[in-house]
Structure formats: C-alpha cells, structure tokens
C-alpha cells in the first residue's frame, strides 16, 4: 500500500490517497508504475522533516494565530506529516532576509567570545522550535 499526498494550485490541501498494490482503478497518475525489490535496501530512514530558518519563522509569524498552530500541526503532529527531523542553519543562510553570522561585528576573534545569536534567531527560529516543544 503507498499513501499518496497531494496539493495543489487548483485548491487542494494534503489530499490523500491510498493505493493498494495491484489495484486497477487508480486514474491519477495511471501511467505510473511503482516496482519495490525487497530484498535490495539503499539505506535505513530515519526520519524526515525540514528546517527552521529565518524565512519559516517570518512567514509563520505574519499568519493569524490559529493558521499557525494549524499548520505546526500539519507538519508535526501525528494528524499530519509527523516530522521527526529538522535542521537549524547557523546564522543566515539564503532563505534568510539578510546575510549575517553569529559573530559578524568582531574581527579576529578566534575564541568566539562575542559570538551569540541574532534578534532574528530569537524571532524566527527559537520562537517557533520553543512552540513546537511545549504543545
């Protein structure tokens, strides 16, 4: 069985649908054919998920409240995606709205005494990871 998660331009929103093995009456996307050799494994799956940058966080935060918790639930939650990975880049990255480091202001300074997170850490990934933890 595979369960098959769809969104769409026209409107649609985590539609599922499963498909069974042999199953002849699937119309979307019936030219596909999906072979599974059991006895061949790549590697084992750990997990999936995504990650939490500067861009997530300033675009979660301009939603309304409730959409915010619903779409945590969407990725996190077992009604959802059930993301059990995530990545958190250190300082800016390109999906930041500006390039920064954690110790952009000091120069030579090779024991990192100043480096610290930003207000953007604070704001848009701490925030968010901290909401994730206590719900």
């Known amino acids: 069985m595979v369960t098959v998660f769809e969104t769409s331009k026209s409107g649609d929103r985590f539609v599922e649908t499963v498909l069974k093995f042999g199953d002849k009456n699937v119309t979307k996307n019936a030219n596909q054919t999906l072979t599974i050799?059991?006895?061949?494994k790549f590697q084992k799956i750990i997990g999936f998920g995504g990650s939490f940058t500067d861009s997530t966080g300033y675009n979660i935060k301009a939603l309304p409240t409730k959409l915010q918790d619903h779409?945590?639930?969407?990725y996190f939650a077992d009604t959802g995606l059930e993301?059990?990975?995530n990545?958190?880049?250190?300082?800016g990255s390109?999906?930041?709205?500006h390039a920064y480091s954690y110790d952009?202001?000091?120069?030579?300074d090779f024991e990192l005494v100043h480096f610290n997170l930003t207000?953007?850490?604070?704001?848009?990934?701490?925030t968010i990871i901290i909401t994730l933890?206590?719900?």
Do not use: C, E, M, W
Not at 37 to 40: E, L
Not at 71 to 74: E, F, G, K, M
Not at 104 to 108: A, G, I, V
């Open 94 to 97: 390109d999906f930041s709205t």
């Open 133 to 135: 933890i206590y719900k």
């Open 37 to 40: 050799n059991r006895a061949k």
């Open 71 to 74: 779409i945590i639930r969407d």
């Open 87 to 91: 990545r958190v880049p250190i300082g």
């Open 119 to 126: 207000q953007d850490d604070h704001d848009y990934k701490v």
């Open 83 to 85: 993301y059990t990975l």
């Open 104 to 108: 952009d202001n000091h120069k030579d």
